[in-house]
């Protein structure tokens, strides 16, 4: 999922972000810092937190002609991340920090999308109770990073879903833990490479259903068809 963080500016800035991005969008894909004397501070903290499960990243400071320490730093921070998260970061500086028009424009451009996320009450009609177990293997993009990539929201990762990464080499009896599994767990999510294929039984033991897929980009794709489509 591609993030902005719009940092720097005053209200006039904000209305206008919100008249174009609902309420559910904004709490997740845009990120306000308000101008004020803890703003670096405040996207240092959240922009350490976000770059970890982000697809790519804009960032948007608005800062006076007297405040070029403030965009120092917050360069400084950025390149940082570039560094330790290797992910596309777009970072501009506007000198008006009143005029929301370039920056609501380039927020569009960047591709932050406008639909809504897909929430808990998205999934619950399909998986009425019960966490969904989501397994792939070690070293490779995890279900719940490619979750939070495709639209689902921090809300429903924490109430809907449980992670499991598992090691190559330890599989052996993959498919009989599967099926104890499935007495915790009501749904599965399995990425299958570098791991075994399960078996019908497996799949069936859990109580609504499961999808599988080589990745986890192409099982969260399944996934999410399945629950906005029904199909």
Sequence with gaps: MKIAFVVGFYDPVKTSLNACYPESVYADRIHWIAADKGSIEAFKGRFYEV??????????????EAEKRIEDAIRGIVNVGKKHYQKPIDFEVFGNKYDPLPVVER????????EPQIGPDDIRPKIPSGKILCMSLAGKTTIITALQRIGFSNASIRECFQEEVRTGARNSNLNQDLQTRARTYTYLLYAWEGLRHITPEAKKSFRFGCHDARSAAQVVVLFKKWITEGV
Excluded at 51 to 64: D, F, H, I, P, Q
Excluded at 107 to 114: D, L, N, P
């Design 107 to 114: 927020v569009k451009s960047f591709g932050v999308e406008s």
């Design 51 to 64: 770059v970890k499960t982000a697809e790519a990243l804009l960032v948007c400071l608005g800062r006076s």
